[in-house]
């Protein structure tokens, strides 16, 4: 671990751009990112926050075919709304590229380049999965099968996303191809590798001894079984109509694999930021004074902790990541997020149905990031986080503070007079509190950092229940300017802590609490944040109070300084705007049930007499009644034309007697009789069901009466 770092490049993972941003992204990689971003600059540091599309690879393809248009219209659509979804959600990147830009195909291919000058790669020609009816090799993502760990039928040919285990394409049983179903072939093909086996001592003495107690047990425990399991070598290059081209003779048609050309976006990004900026991008990659930190999903944890690195040593000149801090998975009301399946909360949707809620997602995010397991977002519990602890905490304190201010003083801080025990030991408590997040954030526990962030704000609501200024003004007036001044130090804090969690919050309270007009209050304020590519509305411009101030200077918020008028930083979420939500994964996963709906098979083949012999006749339900002593069985009186018959069905689970009385229907009237439960059955009663899988009835158009066969 490096201490005090002279600068810090933070890259958070290249979202691929075959589909819009979703909470399990935000909790898995960006907010934690952006809060650590944040934090760092609040302190003045030099930080490069990186990231961009990631615009190769098999997914853009698949999109591109499925949609009917090119890998180029699909990256300009989903770039475009990824983009503006991070801009209006305040990810604070420092540059956000795409690895379709020159700049990235020059550094990708100068990187592949120089390995390949030394002698790094291995060149060899193997077998392949081909599709002879397409006529192409097929990449990982064509080609799908059943997992041999785990037995999985829906496996890729580069990962099964039921066990998590990274394949090879020919590991897979029975594989078919995407694209036209066919079984591939195997046929011959040159490739290049990466030796990883040459980089096991390395990877060992870094990361199994180097790290041992520094980074994350997901992360280590991954490295260490793939470092003890033998590493073999990586194929860098695949055969592929999309991508960067392999730039050397033999190698016309392929492309650089996307798990080698997009780590490298990260280095391009930092080169395109650098020229914007008029800086030198190579120390942010190149010196050892410098703090390389990647956020990632787990899945992500092989290619950021052994392929990327072993290419970072290959090449000689680059820095290793001092953490790799990956969070495991986010699931949906019990179910995994899946963007195919449209299971998912999409970010671009959630800002336009939240306006002006995008903390609120923030803090529902970190309370319950899956720092260390698998976690579930519902709406429930985000509603829960909003009401009981954004409203009732700290919106509560905050409006308290603001109203009692411009009731009492009309807006302006009161002169404290001589501080009590109480006071001394709240602003004490108070300075501790920066140093308490700061080592969450810096061992990056951000659930456990923003759970101090609340503390902060109980602190204030307690000073405030505990000491009742509202009482005390009846009868010392004076003893409340001190207790007035005290809660408002705590707010102003709040306004400088909050900035890394809940950045449109600390705008908005830095905007109530007037602190733009402080400068000069301060005789060397922390370096301000400048953020790019934001309404203003929506931003602090200038940092007045750094993070350190608040445990260095006891007049956070000076007497004489004039407030502005209580807004509410936060509103509460209704029961109607929840339901709403919960309807629409509702209707996602009837539509699910009912693309995935596969039709029974045509049974064996009958003769017209077979089916003559059926008498199917139109009738309505006269009476119905539950079957005493059993749960599944209505009785049922059925006017069938011909007579009123007794018909026992076990419709009971989906229908209450009431609910079918005087519906139409259709009965096979000439089935023999059965005794049920001592009843006697004379029919049955036509059903099928539906996409989720409920009964329904098959019924017969209204002005067909009762008694009339069905042919």
Not at 330 to 339: A, I, P, W
Request: glycine share 6%; net charge negative.
């Amino acid at each position: 671990m490096i201490q005090n770092p002279k600068r810090y490049t933070i890259t958070a993972a290249l979202p691929y751009t075959n589909g819009p941003i979703h909470i399990g992204h935000l909790a898995g990689v960006y907010v934690p990112a952006d809060i650590y971003s944040r934090y760092l600059r609040l302190q003045g540091k030099d930080v490069a926050f990186i990231c961009g599309s990631d615009e190769h690879g098999v997914a853009i393809s698949m999109k591109a075919k499925k949609e009917g248009i090119t890998p180029q219209e699909v990256i300009d659509k989903y770039d475009g709304i990824i983009r503006k979804s991070f801009a209006d959600f305040g990810i604070s990147f420092d540059n956000y590229s795409r690895t379709s830009a020159k700049i990235h195909h020059d550094t990708a291919q100068e990187f592949f380049r120089t390995l390949y000058d030394n002698g790094d790669f291995i060149e060899e020609t193997t077998e392949q999965l081909y599709d002879a009816k397409a006529d192409q090799f097929l990449a990982d993502r064509f080609v799908v099968g059943t997992c041999p760990k785990c037995g999985n039928d829906g496996a890729y040919g580069d990962q099964c996303e039921n066990c998590g285990s990274t394949l090879n394409a020919t590991d897979l049983i029975n594989p078919k191809s995407t694209i036209t179903g066919e079984t591939p072939i195997l046929k011959e093909t040159k490739h290049w590798f990466l030796p990883l086996d040459r980089y096991t001592d390395f990877l060992t003495e870094w990361i199994l001894v180097g790290h041992k107690n520094d980074w994350k047990p997901n992360v280590y425990g991954q490295v260490k079984s793939w470092v003890d399991g033998g590493l073999e070598p990586r194929a860098v290059t695949r055969d592929l109509d999309w991508g960067i081209d392999v730039p050397v003779e033999g190698a016309e048609g392929k492309k650089l694999y996307v798990w080698f050309d997009a780590p490298i976006g990260y280095i391009s990004s930092t080169k395109e930021w650098a020229a914007r900026e008029g800086k030198d991008w190579e120390p942010y990659w190149k010196d050892e004074e410098t703090k390389l930190v990647h956020f990632i999903g787990k899945d992500n944890i092989v290619f950021h902790c052994i392929i990327f690195p072993a290419m970072l040593k290959a090449e000689g000149s680059y820095i290793l990541p001092d953490n790799v801090p990956a969070n495991e998975f986010l699931n949906l009301e019990g179910n995994k997020l899946s963007t195919s399946k449209n299971w998912a909360v999409w970010l671009h949707e959630y800002l336009e149905e939240f306006p002006e809620k995008q903390d609120v997602l923030r803090y529902a995010l970190t309370s319950n990031a899956p720092e260390t397991k698998d976690n579930d977002f519902t709406w429930k519990d985000f509603q829960a986080r909003n009401n009981n602890e954004l409203v009732a905490i700290f919106g509560n304190f905050i409006n308290r503070v603001v109203v009692l201010t411009n009731k009492y003083y009309e807006g302006v801080i009161p002169t404290p007079n001589e501080f009590s025990e109480v006071d001394e030991q709240t602003l004490a408590e108070l300075k501790a509190y920066p140093a308490v997040i700061s080592s969450s954030v810096e061992r990056y526990r951000f659930r456990e950092a923003l759970g101090e962030l609340m503390n902060v704000a109980r602190l204030g609501n307690k000073y405030l229940a505990d000491e009742e200024p509202w009482k005390v003004m009846k009868d010392n007036p004076e003893r409340v300017k001190t207790q007035m001044y005290v809660a408002l130090q705590i707010a102003a804090a709040l306004s400088v802590l909050a900035e890394p969690f809940l950045p449109f919050t600390s705008a908005k309270l830095s905007k109530i609490l007037n602190l733009r007009d402080l400068k000069e209050h301060f005789e060397g304020f922390s370096k301000f944040l400048k953020e790019k590519n934001r309404d203003a509305k929506d931003i602090i411009i200038d940092k007045v109070l750094g993070w350190n101030d608040i445990a260095e200077n006891s007049d956070l918020i000076p007497a004489g300084h004039k407030i502005g008028e209580a807004e509410l930083l936060f509103a509460k979420i209704e029961d109607e705007e929840i339901q709403k939500q919960i309807n629409k994964l509702e209707a996602t996963k009837t539509a699910n049930l009912a693309e995935s709906k596969q039709p029974e098979p045509q049974k064996d083949l009958i003769q017209f007499e077979d089916f003559a012999k059926m008498d199917i006749r139109v009738g309505t339900i006269l009476e119905a009644e539950k079957m005493p002593k059993a749960n599944k069985l209505l009785v049922l009186k059925v006017d069938t034309g011909i007579d009123v018959r007794t018909i026992v069905s076990g419709i009971a689970e989906s229908f209450s007697p009431e609910e079918i009385i005087g519906k139409r229907v259709s009965v096979l009237a000439n089935l023999a009789p059965r005794a049920l439960r001592g009843v006697e059955s004379q029919g049955m009663i036509l059903m099928t069901t539906n996409a989720e899988g409920k009964l329904v009835f098959i019924n017969p158009d209204a002005d067909a009466p009762n008694g009339e066969t069905v042919n």
